[in-house]
Structures are given as structure tokens and as C-alpha cells.
């Protein structure tokens, strides 16, 4: 199977500790996107890398998030200090951008508790 | 900024009955229009997409049309079975601008659809 992966598929932390959260795209995909998906809402937007650079973060990702591509390749996502609100699915998802016929697939996600 | 509105749920319906979802959206131009599909325990999937006005998207028995006088990207399936049972996320994407656009999807709030035998 050669989709978009996702480790870990849970995670369920205490309040002020630090998570890290990697993707593995499809390979060749020059994009790659996080997002957040709290209960019973659409995920939301976070931040997009084209290759290894990242050229857009939500306002939504605050300073206790980062994110890194550093080989163009695998992604990280970074919660430094989290709190309760911080609970949701995270979703990774790549492309390939075909002169405006990009599709993303989705990973199955990483599902955060903050406790 | 963009934004789309799908109709409340949840949806239920029994096997074999018509199944319309309603997405309305709002957006600058004329952006990229998607259905995704949730199913029980598994990560979100591409149902369909339309790039441009009046196109049809369509896959496994589901159709949507880019309207852009309504603005609307209703989804319809003529006899649902149970196995469609999931949570449906309409989304858009920006309108495509040379190189420097891209992909960033901005989602409804889905709908859940039940299918009973």
C-alpha cells in the first residue's frame, strides 16, 4: 500500500507535554498539508509545504506548533506545551500538482488526547 | 474568506431510497469543488470533484454539479445501501492561478448519513 501514513494513530498525553506527530506522503508528492478535525466539524486547514519549504501556517497554528519537511519528504508536526484544547484528529494529506488538477489523499490521521 | 455550508444532519434513510446532501459555498472565483467520505474508523477519501462550471462530477453511483449561479455542489445518489453509510464533507479548493496557487482545502462541517436495511 502505498498511500499517505501516519504515526501514531493515537496518542493521549498530559497537559504541558510535548507530541510529535510524523507523515509519510506518497512518494513523489511535492505537497503535503496538516490539518485539525475536532468532533462533529470538517478538518481545518494548519499549514502546507510545497517540497521542503513552507509557504502558508494557519492562524490557527499557534507558536507552540511547528512544522517541518526538511528532506521534501516525511513531515512533522510539533505541540510543544499542550493543552486541552489542543484534543483533535490531525490529518496529513498530499498532492501532486498537475497544472491545477491537484488532488489530496488523506492519511487515516493521528488522533490527540490532552489530558 | 472562503466558506462552505452543508445541510445539517444527521441524514437517515432506508436502503434503496434517494440520498441528496445539500453544499453551498462561498469563494472568489471559480475554485475546485470536492465531496470526501468518511467511513466508520477509516481516514477521509475523495468521492468526487469538479473543476469548472457545470461540470458533473460522479463515482460509485454519486453525481454532483458545479452550479455557479447557485453557487451550489449538491450531492445525489438515486438508491443508497447500507455500505454508504459515513460522514460526507463537501470542499473547495482556490481557482488555479499559474504556478503560484494551490491546493488548501477549506471543508463543510460534513453530514452523517445512516442507511438502515
Redesign the interface.
Known amino acids: 500500500d502505498t498511500g499517505?501514513s501516519q504515526d501514531p494513530r493515537h496518542k493521549i498525553t498530559k497537559r504541558g507535554q510535548n507530541v510529535t506527530f510524523r507523515c509519510d506522503p506518497i512518494s513523489e508528492h511535492n505537497?503535503l498539508?496538516w490539518?485539525r478535525q475536532t468532533l462533529?466539524?470538517?478538518?481545518?486547514?494548519l499549514t502546507?509545504f510545497?517540497n521542503e519549504a513552507q509557504?502558508?501556517k494557519s492562524r490557527l497554528l499557534s507558536d507552540r506548533f511547528s512544522a517541518e519537511r526538511p528532506k521534501g519528504s516525511f513531515s512533522t508536526l510539533e505541540i510543544q506545551r499542550t493543552e486541552q484544547g489542543d484534543s483533535a484528529m490531525y490529518?496529513c494529506?498530499s498532492?501532486f500538482?498537475t497544472?491545477?488538477?491537484?488532488?489530496?489523499?488523506?492519511?487515516?490521521?493521528t488522533r490527540l488526547l490532552v489530558l | 474568506g472562503d466558506s462552505v455550508t452543508q445541510m445539517e444532519g444527521p441524514v437517515t434513510l432506508s436502503e434503496e431510497a434517494f440520498l441528496t446532501i445539500n453544499c453551498t459555498y462561498t469563494a472568489t472565483g471559480y475554485p475546485s469543488l470536492f465531496w470526501y467520505v468518511q467511513y466508520p474508523g477509516e481516514g477521509l477519501q475523495l468521492l468526487l470533484k469538479a473543476t469548472k462550471a457545470d461540470d458533473k462530477g460522479s463515482n460509485k453511483g454519486f453525481e454532483a454539479t458545479y452550479r455557479k449561479e447557485t453557487t451550489s455542489f449538491h450531492l445525489e445518489k438515486g438508491s443508497v445501501q447500507v455500505s454508504d453509510s459515513a460522514v460526507y464533507f463537501c470542499a473547495l479548493s482556490p481557482p488555479h492561478a499559474g504556478g503560484t496557487s494551490y491546493g488548501k482545502l477549506t471543508f463543510g462541517q460534513g453530514t452523517i448519513l445512516t442507511v438502515h436495511p
Open positions: 499517505v505537497r498539508y490539518y462533529g466539524q470538517g478538518p481545518e486547514f502546507y510545497q509557504l502558508e490529518l494529506a498532492s500538482d497544472s491545477g488538477q491537484e488532488t489530496q489523499y488523506f492519511g487515516p490521521g
